[in-house]
């Protein structure tokens, strides 16, 4: 199994053991552990020196300046060489045997062309469910997100293994003094490219810890308005989705817009390519 998992830190030298011991516990270990260190303070490097005397698979750690989660990614995604990545966050466990189920869902996916990841619920530590909106009735089916929602009426959290020659072609954009941006950025780029196998199992625990990236998601969003806009932007020019959906997106992207103040009203206007949300913008203001 050709495969990278990838965890991004930050001052979170405390969590990295319990998700290292999951990993330990892994009846198929032929995996790296790629962490990409984004510039903390405390014992970080130190405590990892110490995990890779002890593990039984290869741990490798790359330092940078804290830039954010989505440059870790893209720093991760440049150094690996492995065929497969799953990101796995520091505060987050994989589930004992997980490396198993990944190996018998692989070759179908490796074989389709079409298909950029296998996506698996995330299971809460918190709720002991799948942070889906419903149950997942089905076994596994090819989709993309949207036809997902619009077939089953599922939307919720996904741990996605991509082929990382996928993730290479879209890194993400950085804005200079930015350390945010929502990952949804270039999943919605490749979820309208590629389709995804859903999965009714879970390989990855996770739990909403105060100071992570879950908590405080608005301030995030406001102290990064660059990417934020950006993030709201894709959602408007997704024609996939209702006029509502995407209205609602276009008043998210001008809020942000404005915060940012990085274009005029007229560059801010030609960067969407649904005009209908436009029409809807001016006719509001004419009222």
């Not at 308005?225 to 001008?254: C, H, I, M």
Request: proline share 3%.
């Amino acid at each position: 199994m050709n495969l990278t998992i990838f965890t991004p830190t930050y001052n979170r030298a405390h969590l990295l053991p319990k998700l290292f011991c999951s990993l330990q516990k892994q009846n198929i270990r032929n995996f790296e552990w790629l962490i990409v260190d984004d510039g903390s303070t405390d014992d970080t490097a130190q405590t990892v020196k110490g995990l890779q005397h002890e593990a039984s698979f290869p741990i490798t750690y790359i330092y940078q300046e804290n830039q954010g989660k989505h440059i870790a990614i893209n720093t991760a995604v440049k150094a690996t060489s492995n065929d497969l990545f799953l990101i796995i966050d520091s505060d987050d466990e994989m589930i004992e045997n997980s490396s198993e189920k990944i190996l018998k869902i692989l070759p179908p996916f490796l074989e389709n062309q079409n298909l950029a990841a296998i996506c698996f619920p995330l299971y809460s530590g918190n709720t002991e469910m799948t942070m889906t909106n419903k149950k997942i009735n089905f076994d596994q089916v090819i989709l993309n997100s949207i036809e997902l929602q619009n077939e089953y009426g599922i939307t919720g959290e996904f741990t996605y293994l991509f082929k990382t020659k996928i993730l290479k072609q879209y890194p993400f954009p950085h804005f200079v003094g930015e350390k945010f941006m929502k990952e949804s950025v270039i999943y919605k780029i490749i979820d309208r490219t590629y389709k995804n196998l859903y999965v009714n199992q879970s390989i990855v625990k996770g739990e909403y810890l105060e100071g992570g990236l879950s908590s405080n998601f608005r301030k995030l969003l406001e102290n990064n308005p660059k990417g934020s806009a950006l993030a709201y932007l894709e959602t408007v020019n997704d024609q996939r989705l209702n006029f509502e959906e995407r209205k609602e997106a276009f008043k998210n992207y001008w809020y942000f817009e404005n915060l940012s103040k990085q274009h005029s009203i007229l560059q801010r206007l030609l960067r969407i390519k649904n005009k209908d949300v436009i029409f809807d913008f001016i006719l509001k203001k004419i009222k």
